[in-house]
T-cell receptor
Framework: GNSVTQMEGPVTLSEEAFLTINCTYTATGYPSLFWYVQYPGEGLQLLLKATKADDKGSNKGFEATYRKETTSFHLEKGSVQVSDSAVYFCALSHNTGNQFYFGTGTSLTVIP | GAVVSQHPSWVICKSGTSVKIECRSLDFQATTMFWYRQFPKQSLMLMATSNEGSKATYEQGVEKDKFLINHASLTLSTLTVTSAHPEDSSFYIC?????????????FGNGTRLTVT
């Protein structure tokens, strides 16, 4: 089957710290992988994506690399800001019918 | 980029009344939309898949008579919470896909905070 597992939160970091949020997946075939971000009181926004092995998605200083050998798509940022405080969701899709599978979300709080 | 508009952003209603939430794709057509419910501690639960011109597909454990979904056009899906009770209080989010090609993302509305008193 298809599933996504991401690290439990909440995660609290000081401003300018390095961020890693782990995400691993189980899937048949070759899915596309996504990270979404949800700011307080809002819906989810696409942060970045990768569609095949070894692809790196990047946006707003965040990066994630599609690792087929470890079935992982870990989210990283070198220097977090207070404005990065949000909930981050890892997801996969097989591109047919837009069926997405989401992880449980990881809450990040960045303190000044 | 593709925009999904959800309305209202929050609503308070009395127990026993019904509430309708609208989800519109503003600049693209969506034959399929998805309705999620978000629980405390942020986990997303897919409630149903809304198909334009046909009946919605509900996930196991979701009462279709309580959560009525109508997808009457390619740009509008509605979720009606019928005879709402306090336990229906939650954050409801809709989404729609802008395509089915490789890497096509889901686009989300901003959610509706429902409080049933």
């Amino acid at each position: 089957g298809n599933s996504v597992t991401q690290m439990e939160g909440p995660v609290t970091l000081s401003e300018e710290a390095f961020l890693t949020i782990n995400c691993t997946y189980t899937a048949t075939g070759y899915p596309s992988l996504f990270w979404y971000v949800q700011y307080p009181g809002e819906g989810l926004q696409l942060l970045l994506k990768a569609t095949k092995a070894d692809d790196k998605g990047s946006n707003k200083g965040f990066e994630a690399t599609y690792r087929k050998e470890t079935t992982s798509f870990h989210l990283e940022k070198g220097s977090v800001q207070v404005s990065d405080s949000a909930v981050y969701f890892c997801a996969l899709s097989h591109n047919t019918g837009n069926q997405f599978y989401f992880g449980t979300g990881t809450s990040l709080t960045v303190i000044p | 980029g593709a925009v999904v508009s959800q309305h209202p952003s929050w609503v308070i209603c009395k127990s026993g009344t019904s509430v309708k939430i609208e989800c519109r794709s503003l600049d693209f057509q969506a034959t399929t939309m998805f309705w999620y419910r978000q629980f405390p501690k942020q986990s997303l639960m897919l409630m149903a898949t809304s198909n334009e011109g046909s009946k919605a597909t509900y996930e196991q454990g979701v009462e279709k008579d309580k959560f009525l979904i109508n997808h009457a056009s390619l740009t509008l899906s509605t979720l009606t919470v019928t005879s709402a009770h306090p336990e229906d209080s939650s954050f409801y989010i809709c989404s729609a896909g802008g395509g089915t090609g490789e890497g096509s993302p889901l686009h989300f509305g901003n959610g509706t905070r429902l409080t049933v008193t």
